[in-house]
């Protein structure tokens, strides 16, 4: 059974917890979320990883290792996503729950205070951040953003977005440039890391097996000694006008040219419309029953992958492909004959019930694990209510093959990315 609490740590910070006694785990997240900005983005996309080197208490990587190790092997991990127009910092970590522990350790209190200890208390020499942490992390950021460009999927995926919301923040890589990167230096993070802590909107969340209580008090008293002054307003821009299609080729020494083509939904969260979207998109190249699977994939043999994904926030819907150069025309011309096929209801409902089943599947077995759970509901930060995954799958259950044209007929075309392989396979 699992219960679902919320409650205010202090101003512009929230706390909330899943409890779900399946588990022999829980975790404990910190997450932080700003309005994306190309001038600061590198150096809080930076500042997770490097809070994750050491702290005052535990001064190297490999004290603050053995202290994890202590505590029955848990993990500490930090990442960097983007919500809508929002820069989301994550540092989570992962431990035994308390229940299970040999000598009745509360691990969840022991992580929490951790955690407290690398968020607020980073192992500053001379008034900044360590030379030598900071040199490690700059080259391993910029060597992350090398492996975005290394995997061609990924890299023309990104591509699609920064051309289509040039114009907005959106369209701002989540690392920012190798060039932003490297020109950081150690007080840049630390002017980072202090409004981080002071302005930035907070949820605190902790998963599983897990008394949340403990974890709760230990974070109020960590802010109350910060001095919280006004919380950023986080807000995304969704557009849903399409001036002029927008259409860049580039060349590239691959033997895979991809296709990948951005269209605007003109509905986003938290519109009630977004189930038929999602459903919608589901029909569409979502699933392996999908038009753009069965039809552009397997009878027409155009590309190697064809999917669809809508990202709810934005209101944009990706169609991306991997194809040969000499088919890059004519998967777009099918793929825009299946949205047509779509926006004229030219679809069973078998194909409905199917999409139906996928989704809903998708969404129960969320609550499997711990990560899933939580992203499902932190997603949710911006959302006026709170809905579980089986909320959600009623909500689906219920679009019409009416809703779901309609939802069809929304969908325009706005950026085509062509990234054309240059090598022979």
């Known amino acids: 059974m699992t219960e679902i609490g919320q409650r205010i740590v202090c101003s512009g910070v929230d706390f909330q917890s899943i409890q779900d006694i399946r588990f022999k785990t829980m975790r404990i997240s910190v997450n932080f979320m700003l309005p994306i900005n190309r001038n600061d983005v590198s150096a809080y996309a930076v500042l997770p990883a490097m809070l994750c080197r050491a702290s005052k208490q535990y001064p190297d990587y490999t004290k603050l290792s053995q202290r994890l190790s202590e505590l029955y092997g848990a993990s500490l991990k930090a ?27 509360s691990v969840s209190k022991e992580l929490a205070e951790l955690l ?7 192992p500053f020499e001379n008034g900044t951040f360590r030379q030598n942490d900071f040199r490690q992390e700059i080259r391993q950021t910029v060597e992350m953003i090398d492996s975005e460009f290394n995997d061609k999927r990924i890299y023309a995926k990104h591509r699609c977005e920064e051309i289509m919301c040039c114009n907005e923040p959106y369209g701002i890589p989540r690392f920012g440039s190798k060039d932003s990167v490297r020109k950081l230096q150690p007080d840049d993070l630390k002017e980072a890391w202090q409004r981080l802590i002071t302005h930035a909107r907070i949820r605190i969340m902790t998963l599983g097996n897990c008394n949340p209580d403990l974890v709760f008090h230990d974070f109020q008293q960590a802010f109350v000694k910060v001095g919280r002054s006004q919380t950023v307003t986080c807000a995304t821009n ?23 083509m951005g269209f605007r939904t003109q509905i986003a969260a938290p519109q009630k419309e977004m189930s038929a979207v999602r459903l919608m998109t589901a029909m569409f190249g979502g699933t392996p029953h999908s038009k753009l699977f069965l039809n552009v994939r397997e009878k027409l043999s155009l590309c190697y992958y064809c999917t669809a994904r ?19 025309e004519a998967a777009k011309k099918e793929i825009l004959h299946q949205l047509d096929e779509m926006r004229q209801g030219n679809f069973t409902d078998e194909e409905i019930t199917s999409a139906k089943l996928s989704l809903c599947n998708n969404f129960r077995t969320a609550s499997d694990y711990l990560g899933a759970t939580e ?35 929304q969908v325009t075309l706005d950026t085509v990315y062509r990234l054309v392989g240059t090598e022979e396979e």
């Open 116 to 122: 407290c200890n690398i968020i607020f208390e980073p």
């Open 238 to 260: 969704v557009i849903t006008e399409v001036a002029e299609i927008k259409e860049v080729s580039e060349p590239l020494e691959v033997a895979q040219s991809k296709l990948v």
């Open 375 to 409: 992203s499902w509901y932190l997603t949710q930060i911006f959302m006026p209510d709170t809905q579980t995954p089986e909320q959600a799958a009623e909500e689906i259950n219920q679009v019409t093959r009416e809703e779901i044209i309609y939802a069809a007929n």
């Open 79 to 105: 990442d960097v996503q983007k919500l809508g127009d929002t820069l989301l910092l994550s540092i989570w970590t992962v431990g035994l729950a308390d229940k299970f522990t040999l000598y009745g350790e």
């Open 310 to 328: 809508y990202n709810r926030h934005k209101g944009i819907l990706l169609v991306e492909s991997g194809v040969e150069t000499k088919n890059i």
